[in-house]
């Protein structure tokens, strides 16, 4: 009898096993379920942290192929290279980058190129473009007046201001990195751009961006000497770097002004 009652409540203790085991089974799952909506969450909350840089490898374009050889090479090889370049430094800093072509040779009109730096809401349009004629050096512009073209009348004074800080950080970037190696040109107006003067004071792209957006004549390509500098290893990796190193510090203003005014 006694042995009886000992393989009843053996029994009776596995099913509570049983039972507990399957209850902790189906909690664990259900914590594991409730948890990977949250874990999606913040990634998509780190992510959306990251800022949006839009790279503008100039050419091809309704303006120009860039295909002109020039010293052994041309400017829309050379704005390719340099973007590929540039993107992995500001990736390796944690910004996001997107790009307005994805090959060297693919045609994108400035329109288009816009639109795209606009529906990825880049906190930067950073241009990149080779000048043609008497000069040597580097020179950043960006817009600081409307101006039409169409319908489309741009870029507005808010955004005028943000590039006119933008141009400013970049060029200070291209200065620290690139130091005696190459020309300081400054800052400029979009208006003094050929294509600029001629659409009334702003580029194209300028004009229908809604970002901060800058356009930097890295080097004057039919320069032999310039032309040199950026088709090197080591020249193009300084520019690279006075790009990445610009683009970045303009970043940075922007995020902690936007810090500052959700504080007020």
Same mark, same amino acid.
């Given at each position: ?153 741009? /870029?507005?004074?808010?955004?005028? $201001?943000? %590039?006119?800080?933008?141009? &400013?950080?970049?060029? !200070? @970037? +291209? *200065? ?47 320069? /032999?000497?310039?032309?040199?500098? $950026?088709? %090197?290893?080591?020249?193009? &990796?300084?520019?690279? !770097? @006075? +790009? *990445? ?20």
């Amino acid at each position: 009898m006694l042995n009886v009652r000992r393989i009843v409540r053996v029994r009776e203790m596995l099913k509570l096993l049983q039972i507990s085991s399957f209850g902790l089974a189906c909690a664990l799952a259900l914590f594991s379920l409730a948890w990977l909506p949250i874990q999606a969450v913040a990634a998509d909350r780190l992510d959306s942290s990251r800022p949006v840089i839009c790279i503008d490898p100039g050419h091809p374009s309704e303006v120009s192929d860039g295909f002109q050889p020039q010293n052994g090479t041309n400017e829309t090889h050379e704005c390719w290279v340099m973007a590929l370049r540039v993107r992995k430094l500001l990736e390796q800093s944690g910004c996001k980058v997107v790009m307005t072509k994805g090959r060297e040779t693919q045609k994108v009109t400035n329109v288009r190129r816009a639109e795209v730096a606009n529906r990825n809401h880049a906190r930067l349009m950073l241009r990149l473009h080779c000048d043609t004629g008497v000069g040597t050096g580097f020179r950043v512009f960006y817009p600081d007046t409307e101006a039409r073209d169409g319908k489309v009348v741009g /870029p507005s004074k808010e955004v005028q $201001i943000a %590039s006119r800080s933008a141009a &400013e950080a970049v060029r !200070q @970037g +291209l *200065a620290l990195r690139l130091e005696d190696s190459m020309k300081d040109n400054g800052i400029a107006s979009d208006r003094s751009t050929r294509v600029g003067n001629k659409m009334g004071g702003a580029l194209i792209g300028s004009i229908h961006s809604k970002v901060p957006v800058v356009l930097v004549e890295m080097v004057f390509l039919n320069n /032999p000497e310039d032309a040199a500098f $950026i088709k %090197s290893p080591e020249g193009r &990796e300084k520019m690279a !770097q @006075g +790009l *990445a190193e610009g683009a970045r510090r303009f970043v940075k203003v922007e995020s902690e002004n936007e810090t500052t005014a959700r504080r007020r």
